[in-house]
């Protein structure tokens, strides 16, 4: 014959610190999703409001625990999770002023970086935002945000992509450091105005003078003498000669881009060597 034993279960209430418009109270509840126990507690989130726990935002669907590195504290002996905490963040105005273009928004982001992500803005390298972007935001705020433009400079010797609101291209040589050696001139001229995705470059124009030589050989011709006896001969010799030729070469960047004939000359002339025969 068996015993009949009754089996007791505990259920306990999870302990849970919500923080809202600023009052901070402490609940113990048994709701197993965040917005259970916003529901419990009367609360309720309108437009760009956002529930946060431990400093990071959490979705209103989500199961009511203590974050994973949280350590369970004892009580009375026995393992509990420490308390929850919870914070409602009401949405403010804010007003964004890109470019040319204002758009008012709302937010309960806590930084302006995180609510012009919020927003769709993208703040690329160079880019200029007032307030900055970990300043924390307050209500009716008016955030700037200004985009660099990227411009690419094409050195002699080099190439990079620089962010800059200079207003012409002389202006952004200025800005990267860069000096136009003597000779070099900037395509576009320094005076263009600036714009996105201009590219910009410094060419170096140089010259020198070569010269080639040509060697040339002498020959052997035979003329006819009536001076000379039956089998008689008489030779002149000659010599081999050199056809010199000089040139003006121009480089841009280092690399040749034309060359010009200037002076073409022999330096000496060939001579043939003449054979005389009767």
């Not at 320094?190 to 590219?199: H, I, N, R, V």
């Not at 170096?204 to 009536?226: A, G, N």
Request: proline share 6%; aromatic share 4%; glycine share 8%.
């Amino acid at each position: 014959q068996g015993d009949d034993s009754d089996v007791l279960r505990i259920d306990r209430a999870r302990e849970v610190t919500l923080t809202v418009d600023g009052e901070r109270c402490e609940l113990m509840t048994h709701a197993g999703t965040i917005d259970q126990l916003l529901s419990e507690a009367g609360v309720s989130l309108t437009g760009r409001d956002s529930v946060w726990q431990d400093g990071s935002p959490v979705s209103m669907a989500g199961r009511l625990e203590p974050r994973r590195e949280v350590v369970p504290r004892l009580l009375d002996g026995q393992p509990r999770e420490d308390a929850i905490h919870l914070e409602v963040r009401r949405a403010v105005v804010v007003t964004v002023i890109e470019q040319d273009r204002e758009i008012e928004t709302t937010t309960s982001r806590p930084t302006v970086a995180q609510a012009l992500r919020e927003a769709g803005i993208v703040i690329g390298p160079g880019d200029r935002v007032t307030p900055a972007v970990d300043a924390l935001i307050e209500s009716d705020a008016r955030i700037e945000v200004r985009h660099a433009m990227a411009v690419t400079l094409a050195l002699p010797d080099d190439h990079l992509v620089v962010y800059s609101f200079a207003k012409t291209v002389g202006d952004v040589l200025a800005e990267a450091g860069v000096v136009l050696p003597e000779g070099a001139f900037v395509d576009p001229p320094a005076e263009t105005p600036l714009s996105a995705g201009l590219a910009v470059r410094v060419i170096q124009l140089s010259s020198s003078k070569e010269i080639e030589r040509e060697f040339i050989e002498s020959r052997s011709v035979y003329r006819s003498d009536p001076n000379l006896g039956p089998g008689q001969t008489r030779t002149e010799p000659g010599h081999d000669g050199v056809l010199v030729r000089r040139y003006q070469v121009s480089y841009v960047n280092g690399e040749e881009a034309a060359r010009e004939l200037i002076e073409e000359y022999f330096d000496p002339e060939p001579a043939d060597t003449v054979i005389y025969y009767p």
